[in-house]
């Protein structure tokens, strides 16, 4: 079975629904400012978007503090040819924790994250829903790290459940990803150096910690040999 290019998927909608005088209302969920930067430069060109920064899963709270902080400061700072508004959710720490619950070992990019991905895209689609937006995406699938194909699957049944129209997306396609950090570099953005949750900073965190190890006893071992 082909895998679906959600690229291309999405650039037939835009087609059909968007120019010609029309601009469909668009609610992005962002993860953070980095990741949202190529999809808003895309994403601005077609609707008018409102950027939802629904994140309960990030810790710790001052971590989660900084990035809605440049979030914002993107939003007031890059150029598009269409409004960018800002709506942040609140900070609900306990449902993500309640919904990792027997989930905490798993590694990375599996079932919690599944379960994490629904959860942000379900308020997305409630949040559109009620504020009649056309579409509702998320930014996440721009990550080399994040299963797009998982994502545009939840985001269709979610979709159906709240009777709004999920845009269907694969934005690290066309060096999106690449492009997103190029846009990051230029309006020195805070890049963080894992996920977001407790869990993905401890393993990055314990990775972090194995890759120097490894690194020293390979110096260590370097200079036995040398003084042999």
């Not at 999405?10 to 400012?33: D, F, Q, T, W, Y």
């Not at 689609?125 to 579409?135: L, M, T, V, W």
């Not at 299963?147 to 269907?168: D, S, T």
């Amino acid at each position: 079975m082909n895998a679906i290019n959600y690229q291309k998927v999405m650039e037939e909608l835009i087609r059909e629904n968007c120019g010609e005088g029309r601009v469909p209302k668009l609610l992005l969920h962002s993860c953070c400012a980095p990741c949202s930067s190529y999809c808003i430069s895309c994403l601005a060109e077609h609707f008018d978007v409102t950027v939802f920064y629904y994140n309960p899963n990030i810790y710790p709270p001052e971590e989660y503090r900084m990035r809605a902080q440049e979030q914002r400061r993107f939003i007031e700072q890059y150029p598009t040819r269409y409004p960018v508004s800002y709506v942040e959710a609140p900070y609900e720490t306990e449902l993500f924790y309640k919904m990792a619950e027997g989930m905490e070992e798993l590694p990375e990019g599996g079932a919690r994250c599944f379960a994490c991905y629904e959860m942000r895209l379900r308020k997305s689609a409630e949040y559109a829903a009620d504020h009649g937006f056309d579409f509702f995406t998320t930014t996440l699938s721009i990550s080399p790290l994040k299963n797009a194909q998982k994502l545009n699957e939840i985001g269709a049944k979610i979709a159906e459940e709240y009777q709004v129209n999920y845009l269907f997306s694969d934005f690290k396609k066309k060096e999106g990803y690449k492009k997103s950090t190029e846009i990051s570099k230029e309006y020195e953005m805070y890049r963080q150096y894992y996920c977001g949750c407790v869990f993905s900073k401890r393993d990055r965190d314990r990775q972090i910690a194995a890759d120097h190890d490894r690194n020293h006893a390979i110096n260590m071992e370097e200079i036995k040999e040398r003084e042999e």
